[in-house]
């Protein structure tokens, strides 16, 4: 009887899950809105990219806050919070008539997906009976996994039919669902407690973060050894060394930065951070290509990326399978090549790309990504000894269950 | 560690790649198109390099046996 997930339970995982499934919807379909955001306000790239990389900025200072966060106070007020400012930051970008408004927007959006990637799981850890634990977490990750596939394709239609300011309406009476949905079913296990946050901490994590991002973007500017681009890194990295330091000899570090001591973990994270950077890097070359240099629609943009983007969904199941069966190293060997024939084809025919060509080697490189982005992050945890391993034990799990999902998913069909 | 690891990463990425293809495309020798075309090879060519030095990185941490 205790084995059942309750009712209450399962809405409150699909009203988190329908946040962390917009906010990744609208990132990703933003790519695709590109040239006509530079059209419609007369701005550059490098002024443009604001858009994804302050979103990004934002919610990755957040994210680390996610455990103080769910101690300090009720999931539901949190629940609310996300999706209050969430659906702020739309209904700003909705209507904004600057750009400079139209960032602000992002980062609002930016809080409320930050609060709303973490508690979904958070839910679920918490709340769904443990036998049934490793099932709704890969409800959960196919949710974050299916959104990246949706996104180009929906914001090129919407771009390309009736505006992109349609991206923001259309979500905006899912958010309230939401809302609604999870203002009525989410309940309260963990009494809240006072922690204490290590406030030097956050405002390290916040120097690192903004100043390396900063620093980058600034070399759109034009020159690539200037102060503007230096200056921002170099601070960034000192923060990021004091952050490490500290976190080493404090006891609650808002991020516990010494496991990365363990060089087979970090060796993981790195490669980790490459591909999720070449993968963002993909996402935004391509849609830009198909539009500026082949001079197609926005719709064209968004499906010729459609079945890459499908692939890379398909796999984040199936990958942990093929783990299980074979070990890490070969799926993630396999993807390496993948990868690397994907990316050479890209560079040989880089300046006369034709769509099909773009669709083609698109799919060769998601192949890799879809063989070893999950593996990794599985290798990496199974890296960590027993006292970090109860995290790296949640994410064994999440990978085993997937094809019990896949069953339930075609059970419901 | 590794969700935050995907926000920042896909932050820096996108603010560096962006920047390789605006600062083709402010070249005054190239039209726009050409200047995003050739800005795109050479994004291609740092992610090709990036992902070269992943697998190498990858090659010696991930346990060969099951």
Known sequence: M???ISLKVLLSVIAAGIMS???????TSMNITFPTLMNDFNINTSTVQWMTTMYLLIVS???PLSAILKRTFKTKSLFITANVLFIIGVLIDL????????????VIQGLGTGIALPLMFNIILEQVPSKKIGLMMGVGNLITAIAPAVGPTFGGIVVSSIGWRYIFLILLPILIISLLMGSFSIEQKSKPQHTKLD????LLIVITFAGLVYGFSSMGSGSILSLKVILPIIIGLIAVIVLYKRSVNIN???VNLSILKNTKFSGHVIAFFILQFITLGMSFILPNYVQIVNNQSAFVAGLIVLPGAALGAVFAPLSGKIMDKVGAYKPILFGMFAGLAGLLLFTIFGTHLSNTMILVFYLVYMLCLGLSFGNIMTSGLSTLDANDSQMGMLCLIQFNKYLELLVLLLFLQ | MFNTVQQISGAISTSIISAVVAISQMNPNYSKQLGTAIGSEHGFILLIILLLLAAIILNKVVRRTK
């Open chain 1, 2 to 4: 205790n084995d059942k």
């Open chain 1, 21 to 27: 499934f917009s906010g990744v919807v609208i990132e």
């Open chain 1, 61 to 63: 200072i957040v994210i």
């Open chain 1, 95 to 106: 209507i904004a008539p600057s750009f400079a408004l139209l960032i602000i927007g992002r």
């Open chain 1, 199 to 202: 406030l030097p901490s956050l």
């Open chain 1, 252 to 254: 609650n570090p808002i």
